[in-house]
């Protein structure tokens, strides 16, 4: 996709270094997962390999037309001044390995041994610089210690501060935050046309600010997970049939993914919830709230059992309800 949603003012950054001619070697693109890093970093690597081919594009941002030469061999995989690392599929199975190994980077080699085939510019994008092995790592600090004539690195990273220090030294910070609420949107709507605004509505607040994320709870029926939500918070549940019907409906193996965009979107609800409250019933959503994150947070990692935790978490919502603070007060 030609369009990146929000990003402004990391996408001028960028473009004014490049219009400088003084371009940094390296840099180090950071924010939370799933709010489109690597879309950008992709974007920025076509544009830059664009401009850099002549003429200069005259569109805003990192647009590049379609039928354009350099991005016609980047969609097809094939520009020769232009590599991608990433984990790679394990042999024999559909499952990534763990790591970016030392093979993977010191194949760049082959890149920098050679001068640029289509204009001066080479680039090269990691995604995500986490993911390399120490011995990675340490072959990737002798490019950026000592790059290569008109090269590119844009490194990603979701954990920038895991990072070697040495490395972090040698790149120029760039960070990505989440999506506003309208960009998110837009971001939704382009990725899934057919989809209705509920849905659209109900994955924007599950992605909060990260379209990755939100795209990863997509045809699981989102807004009818929101709607039993909103019952709960609503109407409270005196006699546990909304949440037991709730936590049986999520518990069984094949409802794994819907059971997860619950978790994913249980505790903003409730931090929705709480913007909205002064006086005694706050204190309660906020440890509501603290309750819930804890509970999502670890709900998958320590295998606790779907049934028990969706009942749980469906109590927390039904105890914010009107009546039930009331009859606290």
């Keep these: 996709m030609n369009r990146i949603f929000g990003h402004d003012a990391a996408t001028e950054a960028l473009l004014a270094a490049a219009a400088t001619g003084r371009m940094h070697h390296a840099w180090l693109l950071v924010g939370p997962q799933g709010i489109g890093k690597a879309s950008f970093a992709f974007a920025a690597a076509r544009r830059l390999l664009a401009d850099a081919a002549g003429p200069e594009i005259e569109a805003p941002g990192f647009d590049v037309p379609?039928?354009?030469?350099?991005?016609?061999?980047?969609?097809?995989?094939?520009?020769?001044?232009?590599?991608?690392?990433?984990?790679?599929?394990?042999?024999?199975?559909?499952?990534?390995?763990?790591?970016?190994?030392?093979?993977?980077?010191?194949?760049?080699?082959?890149?920098?041994?050679?001068?640029?085939?289509?204009?001066k510019r080479r680039v090269v994008l990691i995604d995500a610089i986490d993911d390399l092995e120490a011995s990675a790592a340490n072959a990737l600090l002798k490019n950026l210690e000592e790059p290569p004539s008109d090269s590119l690195f844009l490194l990603i990273s979701h954990a920038p501060g895991r990072l070697l220090p040495t490395i972090r030294s040698r790149c120029r910070l760039l960070r990505l935050a989440p999506l506003g609420e309208a960009d998110m949107l837009a971001a939704l709507r382009a990725a899934m046309p057919d989809a209705d605004a509920d849905e659209i509505a109900a994955l924007a607040a599950i992605g909060a600010g990260a379209p990755g994320r939100a795209l990863r709870f997509a045809g699981l029926d989102a807004a009818a997970l929101d709607q039993a939500m909103t019952e709960l918070h609503s109407r409270g549940d005196p006699t546990n049939a909304l949440r037991s019907s709730l936590a049986r409906k999520l518990a069984s193996k094949a409802a794994q993914p819907r059971y997860e965009a619950f978790l994913a979107r249980v505790g903003s609800r409730i931090a929705e919830h709480a913007r909205g409250l002064d006086g005694e019933p706050l204190p309660a959503a906020i440890a509501a709230w603290e309750q819930a994150r804890t509970l999502s947070d670890n709900a998958v990692r320590l295998s606790l059992d779907p049934q028990g935790v969706v009942f749980e978490l469906a109590g927390l919502l039904a105890a914010l309800a009107p009546a039930n603070a009331s009859a606290k007060a």
């Design 66 to 119: 379609g039928d354009h030469p350099i991005a016609r061999y980047l969609e097809a995989g094939s520009h020769p001044d232009f590599k991608r690392l990433e984990r790679l599929a394990r042999e024999g199975s559909s499952e990534l390995a763990r790591n970016i190994n030392v093979g993977q980077v010191r194949a760049l080699q082959g890149l920098f041994g050679s001068t640029p085939s289509l204009s």
